[in-house]
T-cell receptor, first 114, second 115 residues
Framework: AQSVTQLGSHVSVSEGALVLLRCNYS??????LFWYVQYPNQGLQLLLK??????LVKGINGFEAEFKKSETSFHLTKPSAHMSDAAEYFC????????????FGTGTRLTVIP | GAGVSQSPSNKVTEKGKDVELRCDPI?????LYWYRQRLGQGLEFLIY????????KSGLPSDRFSAERTGESVSTLTIQRTQQEDSAVYLC?????????????FGPGTRLTVL
């Protein structure tokens, strides 16, 4: 079975500061991992995904995430926060078989302080 | 259209009424998913379609919930005899195929409020 834990339901950072959103996963098979972003009143948008090709994954809008098997983690980072990054971020895991259902974490709401 | 669309965007209903939520996937996407997002919680998988068949209905919370899909097109999620705990945002996603690390494209959701 797959599951995801996101530590911190709310994270606040100053504009220009480092963004770090934490995600730990549990999977009985090598996982596929995803980060999605949800802006207010919009659908979820894929930021990046890990597919075992490379442990450091670069996504859109300057975000990246590193897969660490030993820590079962896939934390999302961005060196310098912009006001436009304020949104809710979801980590998700899939085993990639069958239906490829995504199992989501509870989300982290990112606030960027001017 | 360019993306997944859902209607209505908001639905307020009274307890005990039936509701239908609609999803129009991206043209050509064979896989379609329904998720539920309760306030303060992550997305919860409900049902998956491959074409117009539903090989995985494991996430449907009760027999009051059902869904159908016409070919590789529109899907409708029906909730009968709605309860207050059904209040949530219902999200639909589609992907070109199922399996593998294929991106799911999400619609904006339908916010359901059961009074």
């Amino acid at each position: 079975a797959q599951s995801v834990t996101q530590l911190g339901s709310h994270v606040s950072v100053s504009e220009g500061a480092l963004v770090l959103l934490r995600c730990n996963y549990s999977s009985s098979v090598p996982p596929y991992l995803f980060w999605y972003v949800q802006y207010p009143n919009q659908g979820l948008q894929l930021l990046l995904k890990y597919t075992s090709a490379a442990t450091l994954v670069k996504g859109i809008n300057g975000f990246e995430a590193e897969f660490k098997k030993s820590e079962t983690s896939f934390h999302l980072t961005k060196p310098s926060a912009h006001m436009s990054d304020a949104a809710e971020y979801f980590c998700a895991v899939s085993d990639g078989t069958g239906a490829n259902n995504l199992f989501f974490g509870t989300g982290t709401r990112l606030t960027v302080i001017p | 259209g360019a993306g997944v669309s859902q209607s209505p965007s908001n639905k307020v209903t009274e307890k005990g009424k039936d509701v239908e939520l609609r999803c129009d996937p991206i043209s050509g996407h064979t896989a379609l998913y329904w998720y539920r997002q309760r306030l303060g919680q992550g997305l919860e998988f409900l049902i998956y379609f491959q074409g117009n068949s539903a090989p995985d209905k494991s996430g449907l919370p009760s027999d009051r919930f059902s869904a159908e899909r016409t070919g590789e097109s529109v899907s409708t999620l029906t909730i009968q005899r709605t309860q207050q705990e059904d209040s949530a945002v219902y999200l639909c996603a589609s992907s070109p195929k199922a399996g593998g690390p294929v991106e799911q494209f999400f619609g904006p959701g339908t916010r359901l409020t059961v009074l």
